[in-house]
């Protein structure tokens, strides 16, 4: 074999190794967390039975935008199983919002100590995110660091599952039908991580990560309730997509023991007095989660 | 010289058009990750091309098509060519499309970062015009004994038609980090956007000029005019597609999905960009094989006229 071939072949198989060695780092193992995020250690939560709760509704004022219909010709099944299929950014019932995630983004116990000091542990059980009518069900959800989502294909056709987060890494998995569900948990706390379809673009689904449990997210009645939550006085924020990072709104609430408080939100027109808006997504607050990983 | 090779060579350079435009319809659709697998979709040769996979599937295949033509092309540059630097030119080619799927293999496996994807788009117009230009060595024209022309007076063409095609490149290469920097329902960004518009400016003033002054200085040559006319008039509807396609997709993000406008325009703006390129880069080879440099010209004539 000569000099020249010799070189070549050489950089053929430089570009080979290369090519596998992405293929393998790209792999993550089923089940697990993606990155080994710094685990941190700090005071452990402990329920003192004295916990209150923060209920509200979401209101929307004005005329909100008219959802879209969606055209499914691209994939038959998608069009039989959803013949009207439509965006689901704004889900108002009688001027009330659903799908907003609400959550304590800052604040202390009345004992002084900031939530952000106290650990957590990811609950053992599995949230669930399913794809069926070529949409996802529940278009929003919330899910603690390190808690185990179970990504479900209901639907007779091949989806593909996309987590875009900017803190965590991005996730792309294939799911053909009748696939067994797919798991995934996030090392990084991050509201929200956008979750989409390649396979069928139209398909958005967001997913509000955090270290603590202090989250909800609002039903179609624009209702919520944060339960478990101790007695302190906390920034609450309530987050509803739209635009390029969505729009959060936060004000201050002051939980009494054993007792509730009101956190009520309003979007759209003149939206504002009702908790002050910010323009664009704020990273959740960090607090020291026990699961490892 | 054989007829059968420039066609096919024509044949690999029409095929390379088709697989460009496969690929902007790919990103116009979002569909790079629609299978998160490579070089099979789903672990599948012939996967239902339903969904983006339509769209994804679709390109590979194409671009299986042109490897396959290019390989064939390689071994026809070898059999019947007898210029070594052509039958090389051939050779870089197969490396070129070889690397473009690498390239693309790799972008899917490292979910499209956005380095990968505008290589990989950039590589397609180097690759389209190796191919573009194996089909001008290899014709009739290019082969024609022509009488030298020499370079008129004022900015010299050769420089001008090169730094055009150096210009154009470069936007290229803007233009398609631009594309991979935000998908259908993201803004694009402003800086990036900005620069691609500076661009256009220079490309037009560059091959405006280079068109201008050859239908100017050689209106009775063919050889040079016809691809001036036909860069001009490219450069003209790129303008206007590159105008339409800042509309379309600055409202592509209210969108609920890709929707056929916005696709059509973005695509239409990738592929007459790579016919513009390829234009300029045919002109600029005329250019360098006609024309001879002035200093060549004074030479010459000084010779005649002590002759």
Same mark, same amino acid.
């Given at each position: 074999?000569?000099?020249? $071939?010799?070189?070549?072949?050489?950089?053929?198989?430089?570009?080979?190794? +290369?090519?596998?060695?992405?293929?393998?780092?790209?792999?993550?193992?089923?089940?697990?967390?993606?990155?080994?995020?710094?685990?941190?250690?700090?005071?452990?939560?402990?329920?003192?039975?004295?916990?209150?709760?923060?209920?509200?509704? @979401?209101?929307?004022?004005?005329?909100?935008?008219?959802?879209?219909? @969606?055209?499914?010709?691209?994939?038959?099944?998608?069009? $039989?199983?959803?013949?009207?299929?439509?965006?689901?950014?704004? !889900?108002? %019932?009688?001027?009330?919002?659903?799908?907003?995630?609400? =959550?304590?983004?800052?604040?202390? %116990?009345?004992?002084?100590?900031?939530?952000?000091?106290?650990?957590?542990?990811?609950?053992?059980?599995?949230?669930?995110?399913?794809?069926?009518?070529?949409?996802?069900?529940?278009? !929003?959800?919330?899910?603690?660091?390190?808690?185990?989502?179970?990504?479900?294909?209901?639907?007779?056709? $091949?989806?593909? @599952?996309?987590?875009?987060?900017?803190?965590?890494?991005?996730?792309?998995?294939? /799911?053909?039908?009748?696939?067994?569900? +797919?798991?995934?948990?996030?090392?990084?706390?991050?509201? +929200?991580?956008? !979750?989409?379809?390649? /396979?069928?673009?139209?398909?958005?689904? =967001?997913?509000?990560? +955090?270290?603590?449990?202090?989250?909800?997210?609002?039903?179609?009645?624009?209702?919520?309730?944060?339960?478990?939550?101790?007695?302190?006085?906390? %920034?609450?924020?309530?987050?509803?997509?739209?635009?390029?990072?969505?729009?959060?709104?936060?004000?201050?609430?002051?939980?009494?023991?054993?007792?509730?408080?009101?956190?009520?939100?309003?979007?759209?027109?003149?939206?504002?007095?009702?908790?002050?808006?910010?323009?664009?997504?704020?990273?959740? @607050?960090?607090?020291?989660?026990?699961?490892?990983? | 010289?054989?007829?059968?090779?420039?066609?096919?060579?024509?044949?690999?350079?029409?095929?390379?058009?088709?697989?460009?435009?496969?690929?902007?319809?790919?990103?116009?659709?979002?569909?790079?990750?629609?299978?998160?697998?490579?070089?099979?979709?789903?672990?599948?040769?012939?996967?239902?091309?339903?969904?983006? &996979?339509?769209?994804?599937?679709?390109?590979?295949?194409?671009?299986?098509?042109?490897?396959?033509?290019?390989?064939?092309?390689?071994?026809?540059?070898?059999?019947?060519?007898?210029?070594?630097?052509?039958?090389?030119?051939?050779?870089?080619?197969?490396?070129?499309?070889?690397?473009?799927?690498?390239?693309?293999?790799?972008?899917?496996?490292?979910?499209?970062?956005?380095?990968?994807?505008?290589?990989?788009?950039?590589?397609?117009?180097?690759?389209?015009?190796?191919?573009?230009?194996?089909?001008?060595?290899?014709? #009739?024209?290019?082969?024609?004994?022509?009488?030298?022309?020499?370079?008129?007076?004022?900015?010299?063409?050769?420089?001008?038609?090169?730094?055009?095609?150096?210009?154009?490149?470069? #936007?290229?290469?803007?233009?398609?980090?631009?594309?991979?920097?935000?998908?259908?329902?993201?803004?694009?960004?402003?800086?990036?956007?900005?620069?691609?518009?500076?661009?256009?400016?220079?490309?037009?003033?560059?091959?405006?000029?280079?068109?201008?002054?050859?239908?100017?200085?050689?209106?009775?040559?063919?050889?040079?005019?016809?691809?001036?006319?036909?860069?001009?008039?490219?450069? &003209?509807?790129?303008?206007?597609?590159?105008?339409?396609?800042?509309?379309?997709?600055?409202?592509?993000?209210?969108?609920?999905?890709?929707?056929?406008?916005?696709?059509?325009?973005?695509?239409?703006?990738?592929?007459?960009?790579?016919?513009?390129?390829?234009?300029?880069?045919?002109?600029?080879?005329?250019?360098?094989?006609?024309?001879?440099?002035?200093?060549?010209?004074?030479?010459?004539?000084?010779?005649?006229?002590?002759?």
């Amino acid at each position: 074999m000569s000099m020249k $071939q010799t070189k070549v072949w050489l950089i053929l198989t430089i570009a080979l190794s +290369l090519l596998g060695l992405a293929s393998a780092c790209s792999k993550t193992p089923e089940g697990t967390s993606d990155n080994g995020a710094p685990t941190t250690t700090g005071k452990a939560f402990t329920p003192k039975g004295d916990e209150g709760t923060i209920t509200g509704t @979401i209101a929307y004022n004005g005329t909100p935008p008219a959802a879209k219909k @969606i055209d499914t010709s691209a994939d038959p099944v998608c069009g $039989q199983k959803s013949p009207n299929l439509a965006t689901e950014d704004n !889900v108002i %019932t009688n001027g009330k919002l659903g799908y907003a995630f609400v =959550y304590i983004k800052d604040g202390a %116990t009345t004992d002084g100590t900031k939530v952000g000091d106290y650990t957590f542990t990811a609950p053992s059980d599995t949230v669930t995110l399913d794809q069926n009518g070529c949409h996802y069900r529940p278009h !929003v959800l919330g899910a603690m660091v390190n808690q185990k989502l179970n990504i479900t294909n209901s639907d007779p056709t $091949q989806h593909n @599952i996309h987590f875009t987060p900017k803190n965590n890494p991005d996730w792309n998995q294939s /799911q053909p039908n009748g696939a067994p569900p +797919l798991t995934h948990s996030f090392a990084r706390s991050e509201v +929200l991580v956008p !979750v989409k379809c390649n /396979q069928h673009p139209w398909m958005k689904a =967001y997913v509000g990560v +955090l270290k603590h449990p202090f989250f909800a997210v609002s039903a179609e009645d624009g209702t919520f309730t944060i339960k478990g939550v101790p007695p302190g006085t906390y %920034t609450v924020a309530a987050w509803h997509e739209g635009g390029a990072t969505g729009t959060e709104k936060t004000m201050s609430v002051t939980v009494p023991a054993s007792g509730s408080a009101k956190a009520d939100f309003a979007f759209g027109e003149g939206a504002s007095a009702a908790g002050a808006p910010s323009l664009e997504m704020m990273p959740a @607050i960090e607090v020291p989660v026990v699961g490892h990983h | 010289m054989s007829k059968g090779l420039h066609r096919f060579a024509l044949l690999v350079a029409c095929a390379t058009f088709f697989l460009i435009i496969a690929g902007a319809l790919v990103t116009s659709h979002d569909a790079g990750l629609a299978t998160n697998d490579w070089p099979l979709s789903n672990g599948q040769v012939f996967p239902k091309m339903v969904g983006n &996979l339509f769209w994804e599937h679709g390109h590979r295949m194409v671009a299986t098509t042109v490897g396959l033509l290019t390989i064939a092309l390689v071994v026809f540059l070898f059999a019947k060519e007898k210029r070594r630097w052509v039958r090389r030119l051939g050779l870089l080619a197969l490396f070129g499309v070889i690397a473009q799927g690498l390239l693309g293999g790799l972008t899917v496996k490292l979910n499209l970062p956005l380095a990968v994807s505008a290589a990989h788009a950039t590589l397609a117009q180097l690759f389209f015009c190796t191919t573009v230009s194996l089909a001008v060595f290899t014709s #009739q024209s290019w082969m024609a004994n022509r009488p030298l022309l020499d370079e008129r007076p004022g900015p010299p063409l050769r420089y001008i038609c090169s730094a055009a095609a150096a210009t154009i490149f470069l #936007q290229l290469i803007i233009g398609a980090t631009l594309r991979h920097s935000a998908t259908w329902d993201k803004p694009l960004p402003t800086d990036l956007l900005l620069t691609h518009i500076a661009g256009a400016f220079a490309v037009t003033l560059l091959l405006g000029s280079a068109s201008l002054l050859v239908l100017r200085r050689y209106r009775d040559e063919a050889f040079l005019t016809r691809p001036a006319l036909v860069a001009l008039a490219l450069l &003209l509807v790129q303008l206007s597609l590159g105008v339409a396609a800042y509309i379309v997709r600055a409202a592509s993000p209210n969108d609920p999905q890709p929707l056929n406008p916005m696709v059509g325009v973005t695509v239409a703006h990738v592929a007459c960009g790579a016919l513009v390129f390829a234009t300029t880069i045919v002109l600029t080879l005329r250019v360098f094989k006609v024309l001879r440099p002035a200093e060549q010209a004074l030479k010459f004539s000084a010779a005649t006229q002590r002759g």
